[in-house]
């Protein structure tokens, strides 16, 4: 079975105990999702699935190749003893792409997509980076090196990815010596956090040992609650500004830097360093850990909407990971920018644009016109009669709806003072 099988399968059990979380919570009197924020950070990991189905030529088949033509070793794929030592391996080195993550500035640019939610629950876990596949593969060059097959590197490397899934939840108080050794809810709270006593703290993956050897572990203190997000506030939903915006700044400051040296050492300096020159030219307000959460208005129809819309785009998302095996790579491609576009229509509809609304009548009457025209959809050649009615169907109204919603999305906007769509 491929991973991105596997992710497709695990996907459902996400949402289960997404569900389970949201309860508890609303149980216990906690407000711990947002439906915008839940959005854009679970459209993000769409990205990032979509992303990963083009890259793994970078990333697995770097590693293959180094494997086939350096590996000092030619280890079993069915030794016990190679794959539990894969698992402890992968999770140290991985320790030092996430340490390198927040102590490098490109490399933050990748995983800063990871903290930008300003909440923090189980949808966390799912907002992924779309580029860290240009440049954390080097991080896991030794395992070649030494040997590990490609097919044990691509199931641990899921492991520890799906372990880090639970600890992003807010309902799950400390856990007494499970805390001392794992990466636990308690321990990834802090990493989360940008508060002082915190910050770039617990790295670990799935062993919390890691940063008790190397000096970067921190306790959740119960009288300082983590404040989540980051130190530049992220101020959108689109998806593609969420993977660009520190790349962008990063490109702004190497322009206006007057020395080359700063320009290329700007690169590889830590997060939030700047030039001298361009600092003073440029200066950037402190940070200020009680701003108000970014959370433009939404009626409840509207809000209901979006859901309505992204649960589709969701289904989608399912069907792309399952046609990868069998669908010839033109249509994947095609599927993929429907759907990345897709996304980012709902992200700045969520925003409050003036054009958001026109963008969305496109893109749903274009996919009822197109799919019902053509009798067609991607990777499915023929749509049976039920199917073509139903898209028409959803779509169709979802056109119609669109000015009654943002009739009452505008009053909301003006009513809270907020700018007008």
């Not at 491929?2 to 407000?31: C, D, Y």
């Not at 990963?52 to 180094?66: P, Q, R």
């Not at 140290?92 to 102590?103: A, I, K, N």
Request: glycine share 8%; proline share 5%.
């Amino acid at each position: 079975m491929t991973p991105e099988r596997i992710m497709a399968w695990a996907i459902p059990g996400f949402f289960v105990l997404i569900a389970i979380e949201f309860a508890v919570a609303r149980w216990r009197g906690h407000k711990a999702y947002r439906s915008n924020d839940a959005i854009n950070s679970l459209g993000l990991g769409v990205i990032s699935q979509i992303v990963g189905v083009f890259s793994k030529l970078l990333s697995v088949g770097i590693y293959a190749w180094c494997v086939q033509h350096l590996g000092v070793f030619h280890l079993a794929a069915n030794s016990v003893w190679v794959w539990f030592s894969a698992l402890l391996l992968y999770d140290f080195l991985y320790y030092w792409l996430h340490r390198m993550g927040h102590e490098v500035n490109v490399l933050w640019a990748a995983h800063v997509v990871h903290h930008q939610s300003e909440d923090y629950n189980l949808t966390t876990a799912l907002r992924q980076t779309g580029s860290g596949v240009l440049l954390g593969w080097l991080f896991y060059l030794p395992m070649a090196l030494l040997g590990y097959p490609v097919e044990v590197f691509v199931v641990v490397a899921l492991i520890d990815l799906l372990y880090q899934f639970w600890v992003h939840t807010g309902e799950i108080d400390k856990l007494g010596w499970f805390d001392r050794v794992f990466c636990s809810p308690s321990n990834h709270r802090a990493h989360h956090a940008v508060n002082d006593r915190y910050l770039d703290k617990n790295y670990g993956g799935i062993l919390i040992l890691w940063d008790r050897l190397f000096g970067t572990f921190t306790e959740e203190n119960d009288s300082e609650p983590p404040v989540f997000g980051t130190r530049s506030p992220l101020q959108s939903w689109n998806p593609l500004w969420a993977n660009a915006e520190v790349y962008w700044a990063m490109a702004q400051d190497a322009w206006h830097a007057e020395r080359w040296r700063d320009k290329l050492q700007l690169w590889f300096r830590p997060p939030g360093w700047r030039p001298a020159d361009v600092t003073a030219r440029f200066p950037k307000p402190a940070f200020d850990i009680d701003h108000p959460r970014y959370d433009p208005p939404m009626s409840r129809g509207f809000t209901v909407y979006l859901l309505l819309q992204f649960a589709l785009l969701l289904g989608m998302s399912i069907h792309f990971l399952a046609l990868v095996p069998v669908a010839p790579l033109p249509t994947l491609l095609l599927y993929a920018g429907y759907l990345v576009a897709s996304l980012c229509v709902l992200g700045v509809l969520m925003e409050g644009r003036r054009s958001a609304t026109w963008l969305e009548g496109v893109r749903v009457v274009a996919t009822a016109l197109v799919s019902v025209l053509s009798g067609k959809w991607f990777g499915i050649a023929h749509l049976d009669g039920y199917m073509m009615l139903a898209i028409a169907v959803i779509f169709g109204l979802s056109a119609l709806a669109l000015p009654w919603l943002h009739g009452g999305q505008r009053a909301l906007s003006l009513h809270d003072g907020a700018a007008p769509v």
